[in-house]
C-alpha cells in the first residue's frame, strides 16, 4: 500500500510490493534459510523439553488422586499467561537469550501434552492391566511394555497437536528477537512488506504440515500392530 | 525434499546449543546492542554496530518487542547498549523510580532534559551519551499545497492565520496537551473537528491527501510525507518533548571503553532527522536491508 501511493526510486517487485516476487527470494534466501533452521530447532527443542516435563507430571497424576486437580489446572492455566508477560517474566531469571522462548513454549505445550499422556494411560483396558499383573509384571515394567505402548497413539496425538501449536507460536519469540520466521513475520507486517509476509507464512503452514507428517510416520513405526488390525 | 528436511533439522539441533552459548556470552568482550522492534530502531542498532564494529568490537544486535524487556538487563549490563529517545527514555526512568503518577522532567529542552535523564540513569548504573541532531518527535502535517495557499511554515503561522482546521490523530489526541489541547491553548488554532485515525497511520496521511482533514498528527521521520505531498509544520513554540535518538550505555562497561563513546558521538554529531528519514525510506519503500542502508549511509559520512 505504501509503495503503491509512493513510486519508488527503482521500479522492481520489490519496490512494488507484490505478494510474490523472486527478488525477494533471491536476495532474502539466506535470511529465510536461518529464521527457518531457528524455527525449527526451537520448536523440536520445546516439545521434547515439554515432554520431558509432561511424562512425570502424567504419572504422579496418576498416582496421586489428590495431585491430579492441581497438575491438571497449573498446565491448564499456563496457557492462558500472555506470551509477553510469560517472557517479561522469565526474562530476569533466564536472560533475554534462546533459552526463555524454549522454556516459555516448552511450559505451554504442557497444557497439551500432560492431558493427553493422563488420558492415554487412563484408557488402558482394567482387565489388560491385570493380564499383566498375573503374568507377573511389576509396575514399572509394565509401565514401559504394556501401558505406554496402549497409550501411544493418544500420546502421539497430543505430540502432534503440541507440535503443530508449538510451530504457530514459536513466532510470539520475535519479542526477544528468537522468533525463528516469526521475527520476518512481525517485521513484514509492520512495514506491510507483502512478499515477506506470504513467504513466512507458507514456510510455518508447511513446516507444521512436515512435522505432522513426520510424527505421524513415527508412530506408524512404533504401533506396528495397529496397522496390521487395520488391514484385517 | 526429506533429507533437505532432516539436514536443516539436524543443523538446527546444532544451532540450537550454539544459540544457548552465545545467549550467554552477553557479559564477556562482546557489545550487545539492542533497540525495539520498528525500522527506525532497526536502522539505529545497525548504525551502533557498523561503527563499533570498525572500532573493533565483536558486536551483536537484538530488536526486542519493548524496552521494559531489556532495561533490567542493560543495567545488570548482559547488554551493553541501547538505541533509544531521550524524552521516553527519561519517563521510563522517571516511572521506574517514583512512580507512575511522577511529574513529568522530560520537556522540549534537549539539553535540560539530557541532564534529567543522566541524573536519573546514573542510580541505575547507565549513563546517556551524546544525543544525535536526528529527533523522532511527534509532529502536525498539512497538505504543500495548504501550506503554500495560506503561507504556513509553522504551528504559529496557522494559529494566527485564523483558519479552522479539522484534525487526525490517535484517539487521545483531544485530551492530550501536546496533542489537539496543546495546538489550541499554545498556538490558538481552530480546531473544528477531530478524526481518530492513529498517530501517523496511512489513514491519517490518506485523510489529509483527500482533504478529509488538514492537518495530521504524524512522526517527523515518516519517510513517506514527501511523496505523499504532505509538509510538517515546524514546532515552534516546543509543544513536543525533545525526542533525539541516543545511545543509553552501561555504566561499568562505558569506563573502560572511552573509544567505543567516541565513535558513537561521531555519529551522533553528523546523524539529522533528514538523514534518518531517508534511510527509513530506503527500509520500508525500496525494501533495502536495514544493514546495508546502515553501512552505505556511514561510508557515505566517512564515519567507516
Not at chain 2, 179 to 203: H, M, N, W
Request: glycine share 8%; charged share 20%; hydrophobic share 45%.
Amino acid at each position: 500500500m505504501l509503495a503503491s501511493v509512493a513510486p519508488a526510486s527503482s521500479d522492481n517487485c520489490l519496490t512494488r510490493n507484490d505478494w510474490i516476487c523472486g527478488k525477494y527470494y533471491s536476495s532474502r534466501a539466506g535470511d529465510l534459510t536461518d529464521a527457518l533452521v531457528q524455527h525449527v530447532g526451537i520448536v523440536v527443542v520445546s516439545v521434547l523439553l515439554g515432554l520431558a516435563v509432561a511424562v512425570p507430571l502424567a504419572l504422579l497424576a496418576r498416582r496421586y488422586r489428590k495431585l491430579e486437580g492441581v497438575i491438571v489446572g497449573t498446565t491448564t492455566a499456563l496457557y492462558t499467561i500472555p506470551s509477553l508477560a510469560l517472557f517479561s517474566l522469565l526474562v530476569p531469571v533466564t536472560g533475554l537469550g534462546v533459552t526463555t522462548v524454549v522454556i516459555g513454549l516448552g511450559l505451554y505445550s504442557l497444557t497439551i501434552l500432560v492431558r493427553n499422556i493422563l488420558e492415554g494411560l487412563r484408557a488402558v483396558p482394567a482387565d489388560v492391566r491385570e493380564s499383566a499383573l498375573g503374568m507377573g509384571y511389576a509396575a514399572r515394567r509394565m509401565l514401559w511394555r504394556v501401558e505406554v505402548p496402549l497409550a501411544l497413539p493418544a500420546i502421539m496425538a497430543g505430540l502432534r497437536v503440541a507440535t503443530v501449536s508449538t510451530v504457530a507460536l514459536t513466532t510470539v519469540g520475535a519479542i526477544l528477537d528468537y522468533g525463528g520466521l516469526g521475527d520476518l513475520l512481525v517485521d513484514g507486517t509492520r512495514t506491510n512488506f507483502k512478499a515477506q509476509v506470504l513467504a513466512t507464512s507458507v514456510l510455518c503452514v508447511l513446516l507444521a504440515v512436515v512435522l505432522d507428517l513426520l510424527l505421524v510416520g513415527l508412530q506408524r513405526l512404533l504401533t506396528p500392530w495397529t496397522r496390521t488390525e487395520a488391514a484385517r | 525434499m526429506h533429507t533437505s528436511l532432516v539436514r536443516r533439522t539436524l543443523v538446527a539441533l546444532v544451532a540450537i546449543p550454539l544459540m544457548f552459548t552465545a545467549a550467554c556470552g552477553g557479559g564477556g568482550g562482546k557489545v550487545v546492542i539492542v533497540g525495539q522492534k520498528f525500522t527506525e530502531a532497526d536502522i539505529m542498532t545497525q548504525l551502533y554496530k557498523a561503527v563499533l564494529d570498525n572500532a573493533g568490537y565483536d558486536t551483536s544486535v537484538k530488536n526486542l518487542g519493548a524496552r521494559d524487556i531489556y532495561l533490567s538487563p542493560l543495567m545488570k549490563g548482559d547488554v551493553t547498549i541501547s538505541a533509544d529517545y531521550l524524552s521516553s527514555m527519561t519517563e521510563a526512568l522517571n516511572r521506574k523510580a517514583n512512580g507512575d503518577s511522577a511529574p513529568k522532567v522530560a520537556s522540549a529542552d534537549e539539553q535540560a532534559t539530557l541532564t534529567q535523564l543522566n541524573k536519573l540513569a546514573k542510580k541505575d548504573g547507565l549513563t546517556a551519551l551524546e544525543p544525535a541532531k536526528a529527533e523522532d518527535a511527534n509532529a502536525f502535517a498539512v497538505t504543500q499545497k495548504f501550506a503554500q495557499d495560506n503561507h504556513l511554515t509553522t504551528l504559529s503561522d496557522l494559529g494566527a492565520s485564523g483558519l479552522s482546521v479539522k484534525l487526525g490523530g490517535n484517539s487521545d489526541c483531544p485530551q492530550r496537551a501536546d496533542c489537539q489541547k496543546g495546538l489550541e491553548d499554545t498556538y490558538g488554532i481552530k480546531v473544528s473537528g477531530f478524526e481518530p485515525t492513529g498517530f501517523g497511520s496511512q489513514a491519517t496521511k490518506d485523510d489529509l491527501v483527500h482533504g478529509v482533514t488538514q492537518i495530521g498528527s504524524v512522526g517527523t521521520t515518516d519517510a513517506t510525507l514527501d511523496k505523499l505531498g504532505l509538509v510538517i509544520l515546524a514546532d515552534d513554540k516546543h509543544l513536543q518533548n525533545a525526542e533525539n535518538l541516543v545511545p543509553i550505555v552501561n555504566s561499568d562497561w562505558l569506563k573502560d571503553n572511552a573509544k567505543a563513546k567516541k565513535a558513537l558521538d561521531k555519529l551522533s554529531a553528523v546523524l539529522t532527522t533528514a538523514d534518518l528519514t531517508a534511510m527509513i525510506g530506503k527500509v520500508d519503500l525500496d525494501r533495502q536491508k536495514a544493514a546495508d542502508v546502515a553501512k552505505a549511509y556511514l561510508k557515505d559520512k566517512g564515519l567507516i
